[in-house]
């Protein structure tokens, strides 16, 4: 129960570089969607040159490519492919600096906090405690700390993924 307050007062704390981290994993997952459904047109321009019975999706594609005056080709899909996967590693990069810096935020602002309370503690706290104890301690801690936001980062992201995925083939088949 301890967890879930904790967790409560973090995302109070910093709610706009959560929210923020959460918007970047939906476009991180839009574009990832992008990047799996831009390597059907390049496929069907192998397997059908003239894009004659090519999928729905190639078709799709030919009708975003003609919008903007591209002819349809071989080398017009996989430029497509490249500048998804090369947009999509940008974002997963952006990513990874926000989440560090989000963490390393919440770690800052767990420290502060903790030696503003041990610094306003009473004299008896310091007497009853071991030398270094507290300090040793509160160190491993926030390491603790550190790595549990990385590890819930990590979860949320992958379940965003897994849920892009699961949507992919339902929105390419419902049947």
């Known amino acids: 129960m301890q967890a879930f307050i904790f967790i409560g007062k973090i995302f109070k704390r910093f709610f706009r570089p959560l929210l923020f981290m ?3 994993m939906t476009v991180i997952g839009v574009s990832e969607i992008m990047l799996v459904l831009s390597i059907a047109p390049v496929i069907d321009a192998f397997i059908h ?8 999706i190639t078709q799709k594609f030919i009708n975003v490519l003609l919008q903007f005056e591209i002819t349809p080709s071989k080398i017009a899909f996989l430029s497509v492919f490249l500048g998804f996967a090369v947009f999509q590693s940008v974002l997963a990069v952006i990513f990874l600096c926000a989440m560090e ?3 390393y935020g919440i770690i800052k602002d767990l ?3 903790a030696y503003n309370t041990i610094f306003n503690a ?3 706290f310091f007497v009853n405690e071991k030398r270094g104890g507290i300090l040793n301690t509160f160190s491993r801690e926030v390491e ?8 819930m ?5 992958d379940a965003f993924r897994l849920m892009f995925y ?4 339902l929105a390419i088949s419902w049947e």
């Open 122 to 124: 009473q004299w008896r």
């Open 111 to 113: 420290t502060i906090n």
């Open 144 to 151: 603790k700390v550190g790595m549990a936001c990385r590890a």
């Open 166 to 169: 699961l949507i992919v083939p």
């Open 22 to 24: 959460m918007l970047l």
């Open 49 to 56: 040159p003239g894009f004659e019975g090519v999928s729905v």
């Open 153 to 157: 980062g990590r979860f949320v992201t």
């Open 101 to 103: 810096k989000t963490i």
